[in-house]
């Protein structure tokens, strides 16, 4: 017990001789040993390197997933170390209302297969977004967070203890000063010999650890890549799923829009603008191009053809013919009749059609 307050004692007054060089320090009436300049950069280096890692971080986090209600339960989830809830993200939600729209309206419509379509196309750019989040939290923010309370709490815990001995150190220089007589001047020169070499080890522990930021840079470089590369792969899946959609879609009449106009009465016009395939995909235009002369070539002939029905097609007047997926019709070419459009006929039943949703067989 007795060891134990002698102990406390000399504990409270080393505390206590640091907290009076550090007011001085203040003040302006102590001395201050400063720390060499490549020591001091440095310092400088790691502590911006901890600021810039925390702002990439919350807005490389803010990114991936932009409602900071999920943030947060994530957040709760990782720190209770348990998994969070599966939850659809935006694109999937979107596609799945999409394909139920769709088989609302019917999967045999124009307007129900093309919602479907869509929806089971929005899912997928989900599923991708999901691999996204997935590979950038693992190959990007694990190794950013590893840091910040890895490798950075150590610096911090060194470089408070490099403050603790340079305060010893100054209060010895202090003490030695204020010696006068012989043996008090002896213990101080001895005292400061010992936090001196204290100092100058905590010193060059730090110097090492502060050094290896630029390991640090190296490897968020590294990390960096990575990041690019799961949102180059995420990019080009979505532009692919897109463009096998518009492939899709691309067959589909641009009369949509003047069916809707004529739905709408005693109001402004409705006009849905159709994208043309070829335009942004030269691959598939050999292909438009031998339809295109096939119908061409019956035009001109003013004969008649077999073709197959490529998509359901719902007549918006009396003047069309209703077609069904995979059956074949007769087509011909009529004076006067617009070019999107051919006679189709199916027993009795007559009317125009769209070529569009039409392929010639031979």
């Known amino acids: 017990m007795d060891f ?4 406390l004692a000399a504990d409270a007054g080393t505390f206590l001789s640091r907290a009076v060089q550090f007011t001085e320090e203040k003040f302006g009436q ?14 400088v280096r790691a502590e911006n390197t901890k600021q810039w890692t925390e702002r990439i971080m919350k807005q490389t986090e803010v990114l991936l997933q932009p409602n900071p209600n999920v943030r947060l339960e994530e957040f709760v989830y990782e720190k209770l170390e348990k998994k969070a809830p599966t939850r659809m ?8 209302t999409m394909i139920e729209s769709g088989g609302e309206f019917g999967p045999g419509t124009a307007y129900g297969n093309a919602l479907i379509k869509c929806g089971e196309t929005e899912k997928q ?7 996204l989040i997935q590979s950038s939290a693992i190959n990007f923010l694990t190794p950013f967070r590893n840091f910040l309370e890895g490798d950075f709490k150590t610096i911090l815990k060194e470089r408070k203890l490099l403050q603790v001995k340079r305060l010893d150190l100054d209060a010895a220089k202090t003490r ?4 006068r007589m012989a043996d008090a001047r002896a213990a101080a020169e001895q005292e400061l010999r010992m ?6 080890r905590q010193a060059e522990i730090t110097r090492l650890l502060l050094e290896g930021v630029s390991s640090t840079h190296a490897h968020h470089l590294r990390c960096l890549n990575d990041f690019v590369e799961a ?12 463009v096998d959609l518009q492939k899709q879609l691309g067959s589909f009449p641009s009369s949509f829009s003047n069916n809707n106009q004529s739905s709408v009465s005693g109001g402004a016009s409705i006009s849905v603008p159709t994208i043309p395939v070829s335009a942004s995909l030269p691959s598939v235009s050999a292909g438009s ?7 061409n070539e019956l035009r001109s002939s003013n004969g008649s053809r077999k073709a197959r029905v490529l998509y359901d097609y719902d007549a918006a007047s009396s003047s069309e013919l209703s077609l069904l997926a995979d059956e074949v019709i007769t087509v011909s070419s009529v004076p006067g009749m617009d070019s999107d459009w051919l006679m189709g006929e199916r027993g009795n039943q007559k009317g125009k059609v769209p070529i569009t949703y039409l392929e010639l067989l031979n």
């Open 4 to 7: 134990n307050v002698k102990r």
């Open 89 to 96: 993200n935006n694109h999937e939600l979107l596609g799945q």
């Open 176 to 179: 030695l000063k204020k010696a």
């Open 125 to 131: 750019i989900g599923g991708a977004e999901r691999e």
């Open 195 to 200: 936090t001196q070499s204290e100092f100058d």
């Open 289 to 295: 191009s031998t339809a295109s002369g096939g119908f």
């Open 30 to 43: 102590a001395e201050k040993t400063e720390l060499d300049a490549h020591l001091e950069n440095l310092l």
């Open 231 to 242: 949102q180059t792969t995420y990019y080009a899946q979505c532009y692919q799923y897109m």
